[in-house]
């Protein structure tokens, strides 16, 4: 993941915002997250060796330090999945318009706020945050409001660090409440400093500015000084406001009581908190300052600003004043002046977790960041057994699957079906959803499924289930969102004549197969023989991955007893052949399997023959007496199938071709022992004579011989039937190639 940090403030600069970026910055790159950052200096000195740091000068026009700092952001840009602003307007505007241009994801932090700032210091307003959006506002105020609302527009998520500030702003800049986070700011984490005997000196530290309200503190000192002559304000901090306080120092007569310091190091600042008696902070508003919670950290009793975030999670712990009431400053100082008040108060305070640190602030961004670039998977299918049409198998189940372990990095799993007129949409577990395309005809499913998957702009990556028009529809939006795509070999389509014969266009499909192909970014065959035959047709083989179709194993290791029992018994207890597949008379070559069923049964006749799938009326396809059991069903399901399995005794398949051979591996967890033609699925599969035997495409006389073998030699099926039960165990590990699906997608999307 690569993040650019765009801030205004950086170290040498002096500030928690300065700070926070740079132990962010650190932090972030301990956990192998790579980070630039962007940044106004007085100086190109790089202060930083961690991560790469752009520094743009401050000593030029605003329009210019914009400019330079745009075009600096842009480059920088083009790299990273995130770019995070950390204020509204120095970095914020300049961030929203490279995100118009580069579509990348926008976060912006917002610590503070710069339009009521602004407002404050040039005498717009003298109120609160809380109050500052009711009042009328000037041409320039309106002005850098709706920038500032079209920034927010811009970003993804905005980050604030406390609830007091988003409620603010959902009010009134009406954020989606969906875009809106909250990462508070951490508790420092070093260690007090010993605090002096009899200190009678109160600290305020911060930018000398007018929001932070110092002149109305020094004049509340004055009469606070009446009964405390020997007390000390200092005030430590730079700004454009300090010649004005001290000229109010002077009318005061205050120079001996009030003293003002140049701001400090973080950690000399930090000594000087630890060995004071109280921090005063009365700002107009603080939204979350990290001098309070220093304050908390080192048990240090402070007089905070009411107008402030924290004012709702301290209210029972921490004294808050009025910053519009010199008396109820006074009254308060000199209720701590009292020292049983004080350590009353220094106990309130030590009842505050300060646990929440830089781990947790690290954790909550990573998580915020993983999140928002996520991608969804958009699949594009014509299983329709997802609206519940003759569903039978496990697709849901396994899809439900993927859509979980695709959790920690993505966003879900979409999946277009086609489908004619007349289903909705169906939502499943773990963020799983499938869209029927409600195609008016079938030659609308191209469109229909485009116009639905164009929608989805956060996708990542586009998976198609065939080479053909689902393949089609994938390759347009691959063109539009411009995204990887990623073909299904689930078929045995090239270099194979009997495919080829089944329809007169299966030639188009051949042609439009190749095109698509080249195109992809990603091919998953379920079988070697697939991949060599993409190879040898010039496709990459480093876009190839071979990875089965996951089998349920342990759903076809068990069965109910009695219902097998019930099976046998209804056969009469004769041995049993067994084939499982749909009505495709062709491709299954089904003729060639009546016609071995008859030959078998010519020289064995103490048998059954099961077919589940294709529902035929057997007595009309197989020539033989009533003494022959047959029997034919439609689908069944899985939890169904198994006993069927377990009821038989041999599993022959006669088909012509076959990409891979779910059912042969069904088959084999059951114990069965297998005679299957040699198509390209089954030869990944069958070990010829180890777990159950090949014969020719078409050879029906090959098939009678290897089934009446394992009929007429039942210690020897038993044998290999087992040979193919620990072998599938093995090299056919649902789960492992569900991961290995799921992390072919994950790399496809990065």
Not at 340 to 360: T, V
Not at 635 to 643: F, G, H, R, V
């Amino acid at each position: 993941m690569k993040i650019l940090i765009a801030s205004g403030i950086f170290p040498p600069d002096i500030g928690g915002p300065a700070v926070y970026v740079k132990k962010l910055a650190d932090e972030l790159k301990k956990k192998n997250i790579e980070i630039s950052v962007i940044t106004y200096s007085d100086s190109q000195k790089d202060y930083s060796d961690n991560f790469p740091l752009v520094r743009i000068i401050r000593g030029r026009s605003l329009l210019i330090r914009y400019f330079f700092y745009f075009r600096n952001l842009f480059k920088i840009a083009k790299d990273a999945h995130i770019i995070y602003a950390q204020d509204l307007f120095s970095s914020g505007l300049p961030s929203a318009l490279v995100k118009k241009f580069l579509k990348k994801k926008l976060i912006i932090r917002l610590g503070g706020d710069f339009l009521w700032e602004k407002a404050v210091e040039k005498g717009w307003s003298e109120k609160p945050l809380s109050r500052y959006y009711e009042k009328t506002k000037n041409f320039k105020e309106r002005l850098f409001f709706w920038l500032g609302r079209q920034v927010l527009k811009t970003a993804d998520l905005v980050i604030f660090s406390t609830s007091w500030q988003k409620e603010i702003y959902f009010k009134n800049y009406k954020i989606k409440k969906e875009k809106a986070k909250i990462i508070e700011n951490p508790f420092p984490q070093d260690k007090p400093f010993s605090k002096a005997a009899n200190n009678q000196k109160i600290i305020f530290a911060g930018r000398l500015i007018k929001l932070k309200n110092i002149d109305y503190l020094i004049k509340s000192f004055k009469l606070i000084l009446v009964k405390n002559p020997d007390l000390r304000l200092e005030i430590i901090g730079q700004g454009p406001q300090k010649k004005y306080l001290e000229k109010i120092t002077r009318e005061n007569n205050l120079e001996k009581n009030v003293i003002f310091r140049d701001k400090l190091s973080f950690q000399k600042l930090t000594q000087e908190i630890s060995k004071c008696f109280l921090v005063i902070l009365p700002s107009l508003s603080e939204v979350s300052p990290n001098l309070a919670l220093e304050c908390i950290k080192l048990k240090k009793p402070i007089l905070l600003t009411k107008e402030t975030g924290f004012y709702e999670r301290f209210k029972n712990n921490l004294i808050f004043i009025d910053p519009f009431n010199q008396k109820d400053l006074t009254d308060k100082i000199n209720y701590l002046l009292d020292e049983e008040n004080y350590k009353k108060y220094q106990e309130r305070i030590s009842l505050i977790s300060a646990d929440y640190s830089w781990p947790e602030v690290v954790e909550s961004h990573i998580n915020i960041f993983n999140n928002l670039i996520k991608k969804k998977v958009l699949m594009i299918g014509t299983d329709r057994t997802w609206f519940g049409v003759d569903y039978s198998g496990d697709v849901i189940e396994r899809h439900e699957e993927y859509a979980r372990r695709l959790k920690p990095w993505l966003k879900g799993l979409k999946i277009i079906v086609f489908s004619k007129k007349g289903f909705k949409k169906k939502k499943f577990k773990n963020n799983l959803t499938a869209y029927p395309t409600n195609s008016l005809l079938k030659i609308f499913y191209v469109f229909d499924a485009y116009r639905i998957g164009r929608k989805h702009l956060d996708s990542g990556l586009i998976i198609v289930q065939d080479p053909f028009i689902t393949g089609l529809a994938g390759w347009f939006l691959k063109k539009k969102l411009k995204i990887p795509l990623l073909i299904h070999f689930h078929g045995d389509f090239w270099e194979n004549k009997y495919w080829l014969e089944e329809r007169w266009f299966n030639f188009l499909l051949l042609f439009l197969s190749k095109f698509l192909t080249k195109r992809a970014d990603g091919i998953r065959a379920v079988s070697s023989g697939i991949r060599q035959k993409l190879i040898a047709a010039g496709i990459d083989k480093n876009k190839i991955r071979v990875i089965p179709t996951p089998v349920d194993l342990e759903i076809f290791e068990n069965y109910d007893r009695e219902k097998v029992r019930d099976l046998r018994e209804k056969h009469q207890n004769k041995k049993t052949i067994i084939n499982v597949g749909r009505r495709a008379e062709i491709t299954k070559d089904y003729e060639n399997l009546f016609k071995t069923i008859s030959l078998v049964y010519e020289k064995y006749k103490n048998l059954a023959f099961l077919q589940i799938g294709a529902d035929f009326y057997l007595p009309e396809k197989i020539k033989a007496d009533e003494s022959l059991i047959l029997t034919s069903t439609p689908k069944i399901k899985q939890s169904e199938l198994t006993n069927y399995y377990h009821a038989s005794d041999v599993y022959v398949s006669s088909s012509k071709h076959e990409s891979f051979g779910k059912v042969l591996i069904e088959a084999m967890a059951a114990g069965l022992p297998v005679v299957a033609t040699a198509t390209t699925g089954s030869k990944e599969i069958v070990i010829d004579g180890k777990n159950g035997f090949l014969t020719p495409i078409g050879d029906s006389r090959g098939l009678t011989e290897k089934a009446l073998y394992l009929l007429n030699h039942p210690e020897k099926a038993r044998q290999m039937g087992e040979a193919g039960r620990k072998m599938v165990k093995v090299r056919f590990n649902r789960q492992k190639n569900i991961g290995k699906i799921v992390n072919f997608w994950r790399d496809l999307v990065e």
